[in-house]
């Protein structure tokens, strides 16, 4: 296991903007409105030949209003545990208040590193302000600006002292990245805390409680890859706080980013417009999908053919594409929840899979004789041979033909229905394109 440097403070202090600085993303969300990060948010930061984690946490807050405090503080808790060393991070230019004393008080219990942080200090003058922070009885503070780096280095360089010898690790970074999507309120936090046994992320009845993509590794029964727990994605008109369009825009370009996405529906609400959106939208960037129908244990008076109903309603208005799997789970009762995992590493090995040219035209060619494309114009299309292109994103077939502008779509998926019921591509998209030999 590598060293994991979490970052804890009150609300404001600027944690997500020095996460973003240390691990060189923009992927946590900064915002001016306090409490902006709810979930931990993990990342990889490099200095100086060490590499380790950075742990991203919401504001420590008491008495207030806030739905989220006692799921935020328990987030933060769990931080401070996982976490090798701690950086401790105030705001210079507001001094010491009550929130400082109650996070050095509740640090002062662990007996583990930690590195008092005065943020906000963009120029030099504010190292005689930050003289008050040794009130806090945390040894010496460090001046740092996160927003413009000021003061990073001298801060990474005492952070790297602390950390323990590096033990090699194979590379993470051809992990499989498994995002899960869907509307608020869908059950997709309630499902990634269900696969990790543990409150991984804050699960209310809220919509919009997730604010950040959060990234977890999941190596259990044989799998591994990421976990990609996502906001949820409204309709454009319903969308008014700033917060909600960077956590839809993060949404999306998680969506972008992954290999597979599996798509929460809400049982109790049914197929709605919006799951059509997020559905072109995993489409329009050519991923895999797994669909899931959520809170399926909510549903009264089902009888045997109830799936069978709700499943065919979801292949219509969602085709032409209907060759993906669709399970019916609860991710609260965990009922068939490990079948997604399932599916979605099969859709993982069907959008990588390879055919080999001779099997393709021996099966491909007597077909397309027997069928071949209509004459236009007179003119007759001869398709003389196929063959998959290597390193795609999702598989892709080339038909080399004498006239390929003039075959036409319903010809197209033709080809496709016919290599799809050859060869098993369910839950991935393949692409066929046709060229002149």
């Not at 055919?355 to 397309?368: D, F, H, Q, S």
Request: proline share 5%; glycine share 6%; aromatic share 10%.
């Amino acid at each position: 296991m590598g060293n994991i440097v979490a970052i804890v403070g009150r609300p404001n202090v600027g944690k997500s903007t020095l996460f973003n600085r240390l691990t060189q993303t923009r992927r946590a969300i900064v915002n001016e409105t306090a409490g902006t990060t709810r979930d931990r948010q993990y990342g990889k930061s490099e200095w100086s030949g060490h590499e380790f984690s950075v742990i991203d946490t919401g504001g420590w807050v008491n008495n207030s209003s806030d739905t989220f405090e006692q799921e935020i503080k328990r987030q933060v808790q769990l931080a401070i545990n996982e976490a090798d060393v701690i950086l401790f991070l105030v705001d210079v230019q507001c001094g010491i208040t009550d929130l400082d004393f109650e996070v050095a008080q509740l640090l002062k219990k662990t007996n583990k590193p930690v590195i008092l942080v005065t943020n906000k200090s963009d120029t030099f003058e504010w190292q005689y302000q930050a003289a008050e922070f040794y009130k806090l009885g945390m040894g010496d503070p460090f001046l740092v600006s996160s927003i413009n780096g000021l003061g990073t280095g001298d801060l990474l360089d005492k952070l790297v002292s602390f950390l323990k010898p590096q033990v090699e690790e194979d590379t993470e970074e051809n992990l499989p990245r498994f995002a899960i999507v869907g509307r608020p309120n869908a059950g997709k936090s309630s499902l990634v805390n269900s696969f990790l046994d543990e409150e991984r992320n804050i699960v209310t009845e809220i919509p919009g409680t997730t604010r950040d993509s959060i990234y977890t590794r999941f190596n259990k029964f044989g799998f591994d890859f990421y976990l990609v727990d996502t906001a949820g994605i409204r309709k454009k008109a319903k969308v008014e706080e700033d917060l909600e369009y960077y956590s839809i825009v993060r949404s999306i370009r998680a969506i972008e980013n992954s290999d597979v996405c599996i798509l929460m529906i809400d049982a109790t609400r049914g197929l709605e417009s919006q799951d059509l959106n997020i559905f072109s939208i995993i489409q329009k960037n050519k991923k895999g999908i797994v669909v899931c129908v959520n809170k399926w244990d909510l549903i009264e008076n089902k009888d045997p053919n109830s799936t069978k109903k709700v499943e065919a309603y979801i292949r219509e208005r969602m085709s032409p594409f209907t060759d993906f799997p669709i399970i019916f789970i609860s991710a609260l009762t965990r009922q068939r929840i490990f079948k997604v995992l399932e599916s979605a590493v099969k859709v993982y090995e069907n959008k990588n899979k390879k055919i080999p040219t001779a099997r393709l035209n021996e099966y491909l060619l007597p077909l397309i004789q027997n069928f071949p494309p209509p004459a236009l114009k007179g003119k007759y299309i001869k398709i003389k041979y196929v063959t998959q292109l290597p390193d795609t994103q999702v598989p892709t077939f080339i038909f080399f033909a004498n006239l390929p502008q003039y075959i036409k779509e319903p010809y197209r998926r033709f080809l496709e229905n016919k290599i799809r019921s050859q060869w098993n591509f369910t839950g991935t998209p393949i692409q066929l394109f046709f060229r002149k030999k």
